[in-house]
């Protein structure tokens, strides 16, 4: 045993404890594409392959140490709202930190706003949807603005004086976040004002009003006076806004300043203070006697501004489709790296079990959504893949969504007690995985829509079935599955009621339909017997059948650092 004696005035108080080990490196200076199997796969069964150099050119931006602490800054400095400027005038400023901006910039450099309308070749919101997966597994917040810019697009067109001055700068790859007029910028941003204290996604009960200047009717000018509960993206340049005229709801294109360079009177009241997506800011807003143009037909505003949001929720898709590759490639890479009881946890079969089945989710996923991309693409001259859009993508929001906040805190747990310190990736991811289920219409809202389309336009239905039967004959239990469906589909007595249990097998079945036609093997063959079939619970993550090669799995999922 030692004694005082031994230790001398140089060693007596140790300024180092310990060597750090057994702690794997921050996941950053790689590539996220190149790294990336399943989006590489899809990208080419999905007829975007035409993009592979310059997505592997966004890969390595978005995978990099420096883009990566961009999203830690825009989420660690919340976005601060500044109702009026030291002299006391007006401005309903909101403030953010410049790693917010320098996202905001690099997404509509990319064009990550505009690619898919403006990009010639085929497979367009294919490609966008691959880079707006990669930057959402950055930082989601600034997705918001991005998602609502695009979003407006197919909305505008129904106004097509409104169009022709607005959509060249709303395409535009210049980002300005100057609070001033449109004329003085060359980009601008669109967000979208719907929902009211009382009603939320009921938005025919809206109270706000719109009154006409002079003449009535389409491409004419309101004033609208009332308050939106919630307001996307407050800091964009102009807004898409429903208010009640004498036929119903109708929508407007209102904006931040008015034509003549004066300010218009949308007045924040406050900033929502929001569980995640914190970097993005939300409002509360009152509109007193706020200029706008009504974009198409009158009384009509609802079917206008929802096809804005069919294209947001197809991109609550890809959000947490992304939110789960990144939990993926967060625990692959600490998993592969990290020992315990004398091996590493991905040589482990009872993790391993867990990582291939979040694994197996996160690809089902990205392949659904990469099949509704196609879709999309088509859908302007194939009336089958236009109907598949409409059905696939209630189907897809609901499930993907729905499927992501477990995932996350599975993926918590599989790095343990570090994955929930403040300092690293999960807790944000953890955070945000709830609000694409949420916004954009909730999980009921989806099932619903699933089923007004299912009266409005049959074909949607008959469309999907023949999507899915396409996998008829790939796997026994995908056979199974689809007469399942059939006759669940079949019985049409409290159908609102099984609504949710109708949905998930039908997400169920489209998703296992499209990992066996355009996804790796052994993830289709483990999703089929993990997921179709009354035995199989799916409770919890880590309950996979035996026989599956879960280290083939995992190691095609796991991100090499360059």
Request: charged content about 20%; overall charge negative; proline content about 5%.
């Amino acid at each position: 045993m030692a004694s005082h004696a031994d230790f001398t005035p140089s060693t007596r108080y140790w300024a180092e404890t310990h060597e750090v080990e057994n702690q794997p490196p921050a996941l950053e200076n790689y590539n996220a594409f190149t790294s990336d199997v399943a989006l590489q796969e899809s990208l080419i069964a999905q007829g975007g392959e035409w993009a592979t150099e310059d997505l592997e050119h966004f890969g390595a931006i978005t995978g990099s140490a420096e883009v990566i602490e961009w999203g830690y800054q825009a989420n660690e400095n919340k976005p601060v709202l500044h109702t009026h400027n030291r002299h006391g005038a007006r401005v309903d400023e909101v403030k953010f930190h410049p790693a917010y901006h320098q996202l905001m910039n690099l997404s509509i450099k990319e064009g990550i706003h505009s690619l898919h309308w403006t990009e010639d070749r085929p497979a367009g919101h294919v490609v966008r949807a691959a880079k707006f997966y990669m930057i959402s597994q950055v930082e989601a917040g600034h997705g918001c603005p991005i998602t609502m810019t695009s979003a407006a697009i197919p909305a505008l067109k129904n106004q097509p004086d409104l169009y022709e001055l607005w959509a060249p700068k709303v395409l535009s790859s210049e980002y300005d976040p100057r609070n001033v007029q449109d004329a003085d910028k060359a980009g601008l941003t669109i967000g979208m004002a719907m929902t009211e204290k009382q009603g939320g996604s009921d938005v025919r009960t809206n109270s706000t009003r719109a009154y006409p200047v002079s003449a009535t009717g389409p491409g004419e000018v309101y004033e609208l006076v009332g308050h939106k509960y919630f307001v996307s993206a407050p800091m964009s340049d102009a807004f898409l806004v429903l208010a009640q005229t004498e036929p119903g709801v109708s929508c407007f294109l209102v904006p931040r300043w008015r034509p003549d360079g004066t300010k218009n009177p949308l007045q924040i009241q406050k900033l929502k203070n929001k569980m995640g997506n914190v970097s993005n800011a939300s409002s509360e807003t009152e509109l007193r006697g706020a200029m706008g143009w009504m974009v198409g037909e009158e009384g009509r505003g609802v079917s206008t501004i929802l096809e804005m949001v069919a294209m947001t929720r197809f991109d609550c898709m890809i959000g947490s489709s992304a939110g789960m590759r990144q939990a993926v490639a967060q625990i692959t890479h600490h998993c592969s790296q990290r020992s315990a009881f004398g091996k590493l946890l991905t040589d482990q079969p009872l993790m391993q079990n867990v990582l291939a089945d979040l694994i197996i989710e996160q690809e089902a996923a990205l392949a659904l959504t990469m099949r509704i991309g196609r879709a999309l693409d088509n859908s302007a001259h194939d009336e089958q893949e236009k109907l598949l859009v409409r059905m696939g993508t209630a189907v897809g929001k609901y499930w993907i969504c729905k499927r992501t906040p477990g995932h996350a805190y599975e993926a918590m747990e599989c790095i343990g007690g570090m994955g929930v310190m403040e300092d690293g990736m999960m807790p944000r991811l953890y955070r945000e995985a709830p609000i694409n289920t949420i916004w954009e219409g909730s999980g009921n809202v989806q099932c619903l829509d699933m089923l007004r389309a299912m009266a409005k336009s049959p074909g949607s239905l008959d469309a999907f079935i023949s999507e899915i039967s396409k996998a008829k004959g790939m796997h026994p239990k995908m056979d199974q599955a689809i007469t399942d469906l059939v006759n669940e589909l079949g019985r049409q007595e409290n159908m609102e009621y099984r609504a949710r249990t109708v949905v998930e097998k039908m997400a169920l079945a489209i998703q296992a339909s499209t990992l066996l036609q355009f996804g790796d093997e052994l993830v289709a063959d483990a999703f089929c017997r993990s997921r179709l079939g009354q035995q199989n619970s799916g409770w919890v993550y880590g309950t996979l059948p035996e026989g599956i090669d879960c280290d083939a799995i995992i190691k095609r999922a796991t991100p090499a650092l360059d």
